[in-house]
């Protein structure tokens, strides 16, 4: 077995060095043929196992040929990046390691604290007492975060929201901008405060949450008997990466005793660009802060991040642990770790909330992959400069893409290029603003099936948008003008008119 993996690992090395080696040559994307999407999605399971050979060669014939597409440098959709090469070398390691990081004494726990310490200085969110954790994402991390805050509100209204539940409870309100992601949404639903919970605060003309509507929507939901519990900020909204004012949020939140969540899912890497950094003052006088590793800094999926300002009120959100197994001490030898050897502790040294006990007491995850391998590789191989370089790069290329659009005559921008998104539409001359919504509603996934870029689209100011999202360290700007000439040709084919 030993020599038929190593043979086979090594042609499955091979295997993914030319597939990243080959993308750009390809199409972005390119639609599966009907034979190739029945094999993918109505194969039977085989009676008998097959060799490993035929497996890499069924890979390679089937699934290698149908990516995302978000491995190319004209891949502009969603918020996808690229995998970092390094994130992809160690992964064959930390599935040959398959450790559960719900916690205990070995490596991979240990080095998921560097990570999120890591993460927490580059985003200058502050350390110790302060900690966090990797989650599948920023939607588990969001669900995590609000958790935590719907909890600290009961306990300081005395009461406790896992013993009793919401019921003859005045509703908890959560605060989003109109910009704000779909998951604050999913995570309110989850954790019964309702969608009737969630006061959508309106967005200003950049699309940032509008601190005097927060105010006022405030004021009016205390007289009306409900109980405010949490203002979700945004670093970096996905639809055009504006950043709301956080330093205003953070007063508002601090003088009405609320918790700050502030989604830098995307975004929050942006604070490493110095002409952008200004922007997101206050980020660190967040209760919580969730970004995805999985984004901007191409850490291969999955791999959130969760940073809270207090583990210890994190821990009371989640913590389930038997209390014969429960350690609140650092006494050595907690949670049948060997004796001698220190109970896990947060970044940094030893405090009293520096956070005792296991990752799986801070989250709704039980079993836990080793997502701290690829992000290690990634961040150490990148370096601190390298990370501010990309970002910064990308940064550039958003603006010089929206001065491409700003010249043109049949483009026309629809938000600040803050970030490394550009939100805009194909608006050739004489159109209504109906037919204008049709043609830019078509032209993302005409753009996709012509293969040469990939786009997609939101709506912005209840208008169809063209959103590019800039997060691959190989575009170019002719890859910029490439878009461009794509977005045309797809608008102009675009017929007919309604
Ligand atoms: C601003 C923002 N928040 C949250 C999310 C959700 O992140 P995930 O898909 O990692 O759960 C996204 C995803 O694009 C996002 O852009």
């Known amino acids: 077995m030993t020599e038929d993996l190593r043979r086979a690992a090594r042609a499955a090395a091979d295997l993914a060095v030319d597939h990243l080696a080959g993308i750009e040559a390809r199409p972005v994307w390119q639609p599966m043929t009907e034979t190739a999407r029945t094999w993918l999605g109505d194969q039977p399971l085989p009676d008998r196992g097959r060799p490993l050979d035929d497996l890499l060669a069924e890979i390679e014939a089937r699934v290698l040929p149908y990516p995302m597409g978000n491995g190319h440098p004209r891949f502009f959709g969603w918020v996808n990046s690229p995998p970092e090469p390094a994130g992809v070398l160690v992964e064959p390691i930390a599935a040959a390691m398959n450790p559960s990081c719900a916690g205990g004494d070995h490596a991979a726990v240990a080095l998921e604290r560097s990570v999120v310490r890591w993460l927490a200085g580059l985003v200058g969110y502050p350390g110790p007492p302060g900690g966090g954790l990797l989650t599948s994402g920023a939607s588990v991390a969001t669900i995590a975060s609000l958790a935590a805050a719907r909890h600290?509100?009961?306990?300081?209204?005395?009461?406790?929201?896992?013993?009793?539940?919401?019921?003859?409870?005045?509703?908890?309100?959560?605060?989003?901008?109109?910009?704000?992601?779909?998951?604050?949404?999913?995570?309110?639903e989850l954790l019964g405060i309702?969608?009737?919970?969630?006061?959508?605060?309106?967005?200003?003309?950049?699309?940032?949450?509008?601190?005097?509507?927060?105010?006022?929507?405030?004021?009016?939901?205390?007289?009306?008997?409900?109980?405010?519990?949490c203002i979700a900020a945004t670093a970096g909204t996905v639809n055009s990466g504006a950043i709301d004012p956080l330093d205003l949020l953070a007063d508002i939140a601090a003088e009405q005793d609320l918790w700050l969540h502030v989604d830098g899912a995307y975004g929050a890497l942006g604070i490493l660009d110095p002409a952008i950094a200004p922007r997101f003052a206050g980020l660190e006088r967040a209760d919580a802060v969730v970004l995805d590793p999985h984004k901007w800094l191409g850490v291969p999926v999955d791999c959130g991040c969760l940073l809270v300002r207090e583990p210890a009120g994190l821990r009371e959100a989640f913590s389930l642990v038997p209390s014969y197994l429960r350690d609140d001490s650092a006494d050595p030898g907690g949670?049948?770790?060997?004796?001698?050897?220190?109970?896990?502790?947060?970044?940094?040294?030893?405090?009293?909330?520096?956070?005792?006990?296991?990752?799986?007491?801070?989250?709704?995850?039980?079993?836990?992959?080793?997502?701290?391998?690829?992000?290690?590789?990634?961040?150490?191989?990148?370096?601190?400069?390298?990370?501010?370089?990309?970002?910064?790069?990308?940064?550039?290329?958003?603006?010089?893409?929206?001065?491409?659009?700003?010249?043109?005559?049949?483009?026309?921008?629809?938000?600040?290029?803050?970030?490394?998104?550009?939100?805009?539409?194909?608006?050739?001359?004489?159109?209504?603003?109906?037919?204008?919504?049709?043609?830019?509603?078509?032209?993302p996934p005409a753009v996709q099936r012509r293969g040469r870029a990939f786009l997609t689209g939101t709506r912005l100011a209840g208008r169809e948008a063209l959103r590019a999202c800039l997060i691959h360290p190989g575009t170019t700007s002719g890859d910029l003008a490439i878009l461009l000439d794509e977005v045309r040709a797809a608008g102009e084919a675009f017929n007919p008119y309604p």
């Open 152 to 188: 600290r509100a009961a306990a300081s209204d005395g009461w406790d929201v896992r013993a009793d539940g919401l019921a003859g409870r005045p509703p908890f309100v959560l605060y989003v901008s109109a910009e704000g992601h779909s998951c604050l949404r999913k995570a309110a």
């Open 194 to 229: 309702g969608a009737r919970g969630v006061r959508v605060v309106p967005a200003d003309r950049e699309f940032r949450m509008d601190p005097s509507a927060l105010r006022a929507e405030l004021a009016r939901d205390r007289a009306d008997g409900l109980r405010p519990f």
């Open 335 to 443: 949670h049948g770790a060997p004796r001698g050897h220190p109970v896990p502790r947060w970044p940094g040294p030893p405090r009293d909330a520096d956070g005792p006990g296991w990752f799986s007491e801070y989250g709704p995850e039980q079993t836990r992959p080793f997502r701290a391998l690829r992000a290690w590789a990634t961040m150490a191989h990148l370096g601190r400069s390298g990370i501010a370089g990309l970002v910064t790069r990308a940064v550039g290329l958003a603006r010089d893409l929206a001065g491409m659009v700003d010249r043109a005559d049949d483009l026309e921008r629809l938000a600040p290029a803050v970030t490394s998104i550009v939100a805009f539409r194909y608006r050739p001359p004489g159109r209504t603003d109906g037919q204008l919504d049709a043609v830019n509603q078509a032209i």
